[in-house]
């Protein structure tokens, strides 16, 4: 008889950051009261994944530990699957305002898509 897993336990490295990454986005979207572009979405997590295969198993292991390495990859993500460009008028105006924006930091690393550049 098999034993029923956790949806994070016992999965791979892609597959737990695919993971991380789905619920960032939805924290994103939700905390911005948009409704996420779900085929976008869909987009985005298929782009991380065809990326994080690519790595050998030391960068993979590499991502997995470092945050900023791997929001590096959820941003690269983000813009080639296209989501920077969805929403891209409301999440500009609310990212410049800095307005209703109860977002952890690390979430700058997409806020700043939109941001105006010096």
Known sequence: M???KDHRQGTGPVESLRDEFREHLHTFYSTLKLAAPYDTVE???GALTARLKTLSPE???QVAADSSLRWTHFRQAFVDSGLSA???GIIA???RSGAALDLPT???HLLDLYR???
Do not use: I, M, V, Y
């Open 93 to 95: 105006g609310l990212a």
């Open 59 to 61: 960068e993979l292991q």
């Open 116 to 118: 105006p550049t010096s």
């Open 2 to 4: 098999g034993t029923q």
């Open 86 to 88: 969805k929403h891209r």
């Open 43 to 45: 987009k985005a997590l």
């Open 106 to 108: 690390e979430f700058d």
